[in-house]
């Protein structure tokens, strides 16, 4: 079995890592007076602990949280769980004037979840108080009495208590005390939801060792010198804009040049393998929504409604722009009776979607509200879905790796199990499908994670998440195996006996999204594009004004060959000229003075390489077509 599962240095490094948010707890507390204390669990490369203090928390403030992190670890404080009754929980938290721990306990006992969404559910339900909670762990950082009671607890201001599930470590000295950092703060929402009070997030590095931290952040540099905001601005690529709205992309012509390329390479990739391009609106009315269990199981990421009068004034229509294409395809598929014999049948499309998103985590391309999904639905037989996925896997590693992502992790994700009021379908046909999309990575020999609680509300999917040029995940290609909306859409084929059957449909993005994308090339290659995707691929720059004319004759010759050109013409030097394409990232900058002008020849610099000799125009236009024609990606 190709599972892949994490290892017990992952584990026990987890274990550290929430045990120093609790031991940054202690040390907030012990600097701050009257601290109100939200949640701090591991992160995947450390911890935080959301906190409200009277006096902020700064950037300034982080090194002495730190040295106070030290202190404490040298303290040897011993970690001890005691299991309470939850009613003593509270009365605990409640003395120690932790309004938020109180909150979650409440919700507990209540509910039996701190999830909020299952709290909903469970109010619909009317669930009765304390059906399923009755006792609670919580964790103690401190030197106490093996036996020592909650009101001693109370009294005690040297230690911290947290309500916590675990587990820990039994000492604070078993933290080496150079393998963190305390590194940031922020703003965080309590548990996520704008409508709650602002606490302050403070985030803390930490890793095995002194040398994996600092790898990390040598990472972390590098990574702010990618960052795809960052850069879209210094390079004029795109921007947000709060006059049109949060989540927003406005692509500026050199960036809409690189996604011009990007689909144009895309429609020729789908042609050749059998999919038919379909174009769909950006809004469908609430009937649409309601089939395909949209606004019962996704509404929270849906825009609100809007609702219109019909030719009838005492009825009216409500319409909702589209978060998903899947309901218009299904609709295009059943506009005709199918035969068996013309499936399996492919529709592919660039659709604008629009979901909902908290202004918290929205982030430049890579978290929006209005997107281009790469979209595709295969609408296949029994006999025909397996074969499907495979060609699917083929073609996500052939765009892949034209875009310079060789490296993919896979996930197969599946339902929660506990959660199941966020699937639509019966489980057998959950069963099936999950089991059906494992042995297909088992067959192929793919390594994978299983991400319980990954699946879509109508099927599992195998997801391909793309690792860039600095170890980072992600999210690209996902093949979603759907049995449940051709069913609840009515989808049918006749068959070669003659009657109806049900088809499957595989629901399928290569890209995911072109902001997400895009965001994630300019990351991936720090602005440089590679030639093909280049807004600009050569400048010209002539030395003197004696030269113009020639530039913009080299000019002309590129541009007849569909390459993206530029003269340099400014009153500057030959150097500061150079520097600026360098700045630019452009691959090529062409050079002419009256050596190359009375040889008919060009002077080349290549990006990161520098000069690289004399051409002749035509050997140049056959380096460049060659370079572009076979998607050349070079360090």
């Known amino acids: ?107 507990l006992k209540n509910y039996g979840t701190t999830d909020q969404n ?35 607890l109370i009294k005690n201001n040297s230690i911290f208590i947290d309500l916590c599930r675990g587990p820990h470590i039994k000492n604070s000295k078993d933290i080496n005390v150079d393998s963190f950092k305390i590194n940031k703060v922020a703003g965080a929402y309590w548990r996520g939801s704008e409508k709650n009070k602002m606490l302050t997030r403070v985030y803390g590095l ?26 879209g601005k210094e390079l004029d690529l795109f921007s947000v804009d709060d006059y049109v709205g949060a989540g927003l992309i406005l692509w500026h012509p050199k960036l809409s040049l690189v996604r011009e390329e990007i689909e144009l390479y895309w429609r020729q990739e789908h042609r050749k393998r059998g999919y038919s391009y379909i174009y769909t609106p950006h809004i469908g009315l609430d009937n649409l929504w309601l089939t395909s269990g949209h606004l019962e199981t996704f509404n929270e990421s849906m825009f609100p409604g809007m609702s219109m009068e019909t030719k ?3 009825e009216k229509a409500t319409y909702y722009v589209k978060p998903m294409s899947c309901p218009f395809h299904i609709r295009i598929y059943k506009s005709k009776l199918r035969s068996y014999q013309e499936l399996p049948i492919r529709y592919c499309e660039l659709g604008s979607c629009y ?35 495979n060609q699917i896997l083929d073609f996500a590693l052939d765009i892949n790796k034209a875009f310079g992502f060789n490296k993919l992790n896979v ?4 339902r929660d199990q506990k959660n199941k009021d966020k699937y639509i379908g019966e489980k057998k046909i959950w069963d099936l499908a999950e089991k059906t999309l494992e042995s297909v990575l088992e067959k192929r020999d793919i390594l994978y994670k299983k991400d319980v609680g990954g699946a879509k509300f109508y ?51 290569l890209l995911g999204s072109m902001e997400r994308f895009v965001g994630t090339l300019i990351e991936q290659y720090a602005g440089a594009f590679p030639l093909w995707l280049a807004p600009t691929q050569v400048v010209i720059i002539p030395i003197s004004e004696k030269n113009i004319d020639y530039a913009d004759s080299i000019k002309t010759l590129l541009l007849n060959k569909n390459i993206r050109v530029v003269v340099d013409k400014d009153n500057e030097t030959l150097g500061k000229k150079i520097r600026s394409a360098e700045m630019q990232k452009i691959p090529y900058i062409v050079i002419l003075g009256q050596k190359e002008e009375e040889h008919r020849i060009i002077s080349v610099r290549e990006r990161k390489v520098g000069d690289v000799g004399n051409f002749s125009i035509n050997d140049f236009i056959t380096k460049l077509e060659t370079e572009i024609k076979e998607k050349i990606i070079k360090e």
């Open 355 to 389: 979901r909902y998103e908290d202004s918290g985590v929205l982030h430049g391309m890579l978290r929006v509200r209005g997107f281009t999904q790469d979209d595709a639905h295969i609408i296949c037989r029994d006999d025909q879905f397996i074969e499907e996925i």
């Open 411 to 414: 996930y197969l994700s599946v």
């Open 1 to 107: 079995m190709k599972k892949d599962t994490k290892s017990k240095d992952d584990k026990n490094l987890g274990i550290k890592r929430h045990s120093l948010a609790h031991i940054m707890a202690l040390a907030i507390k012990r600097l701050y007076k009257d601290v109100s204390f939200g949640i701090g669990p591991e992160t995947d490369n450390g911890f935080y602990y959301d906190v409200i203090t009277k006096k902020p928390i700064t950037e300034d403030d982080l090194v002495k949280i730190e040295d106070e992190i030290k202190k404490i670890i040298k303290e040897e404080l011993n970690f001890t769980k005691q299991e309470i009754k939850i009613n003593e929980a509270i009365k605990l938290f409640t003395e120690l004037n932790q309004k938020f721990k109180v909150e979650l306990l409440n919700d």
């Open 206 to 231: 930490a890793f095995n060792d002194k040398y994996e931290l600092d790898e990390y952040i040598k990472l972390l540099v590098e990574a702010e010198k990618r960052d795809h905001r960052k850069l």
């Open 118 to 152: 299952e709290i909903i559910l469970g109010k619909d339900k009317k669930q009765k108080k304390g059906a399923k909670v009755s006792t609670v762990n919580i964790y103690i950082l401190g030197n106490i009495k093996k036996d020592v009671t909650i009101k001693e």
């Open 459 to 509: 099927g599992p999917a195998i997801d391909l998440k793309a690792v860039d040029a600095m170890g980072r995940e992600w999210q690209g290609t996902t093949i979603q195996l759907d049995m449940n909306l051709p069913t609840r859409f009515g989808m049918k084929y006749i068959g070669s006996d003659g009657q109806e059957h049900t088809p499957i449909m595989l629901h399928r993005t």
């Open 312 to 314: 009838d004034k005492n």
